[in-house]
């Protein structure tokens, strides 16, 4: 048993004075009632903690899924506008995991817990990134096998990547490098040029469809542990 203010505050919803205002509010319930006092215990095994009715769950790191909409910079605060001002407070110390483009929708893990970043980030893990490509000239036999078998352009070098066709101006395209404007260059070195991307799926972790652009939710405790199993 842990006393709500601690579990709040551990969980990453905000300080001990923050998370206390926020049940003086009524923004907190314990298995679906509202609770008035922080000082009241919870049982981090079998209580269900909600914020704005959102479920909190107890960790010293927090995990959200952004569907990132466009015209959104993928950093930390001081950027305008920027993707962690999408994520209420008083979440603190969040930063997205990797970068999408600010034209780029779609799926950004928003944490605040650096070892799992780097594990996902390192060039050297492979971690597949899946996106939903719209190109202005479709593709020839002969772009999606130089796709396939790593393309070179501009004296760079780029990893082979899977293609999936969906029609003749809509692929999926998954990498494992996560290069800057990677999905970009690889269609721009076959003549044609990206007119919508989106990433649908990161390592295992898939989009939720439910979620809107600029829309986010917490990761669940099985999402959580697949992705940093190896
Ligand atoms: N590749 C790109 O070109 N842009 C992104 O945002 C992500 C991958």
């Not at 796709?147 to 899977?162: Q, T, V």
Request: charged share 35%; with cysteine.
């Amino acid at each position: 048993m842990i006393r709500l203010d601690k579990y709040l505050a551990e969980a990453g919803v905000g300080t001990r004075s923050q998370v206390k205002k926020a049940v003086r509010d009524g923004r907190v319930k314990i298995n679906g009632e509202t609770v008035k006092h922080a000082d009241l215990k919870v049982d981090e095994e079998t209580d269900t903690v909600t914020f704005d009715d959102e479920e909190v769950y107890f960790s010293e790191f927090v995990y959200f899924m952004l569907n990132k909409p466009q015209g959104y910079i993928s950093a930390s605060r001081g950027w305008d506008p920027n993707v962690i001002d999408l994520i209420a407070e008083p979440y603190r110390n969040l930063f997205p995991v990797g970068r999408l483009d600010k034209d780029t929708e779609g799926l950004l893990l928003i944490s605040n817990d650096g070892q799992l970043a780097h594990e996902l980030l390192s060039p050297k893990k492979l971690i597949e990134k899946e996106y939903y490509t719209e190109v202005d000239i479709p593709l020839t036999e002969e772009d999606i096998s130089r796709i396939e078998s790593g393309i070179e352009w501009h004296g760079e070098s780029y990893r082979p990547a899977k293609y999936k066709k969906i029609s003749d101006h809509a692929m999926t395209l998954t990498v494992t490098e996560g290069r800057y404007h990677e999905i970009k260059r690889m269609i721009e070195a076959c003549g044609s040029k990206v007119t919508y991307l989106k990433r649908v799926r990161m390592k295992n972790l898939v989009l939720d469809e439910n979620l809107k652009p600029g829309e986010y939710r917490f990761l669940t405790p099985e999402e959580i542990d697949d992705l940093k199993a190896v």
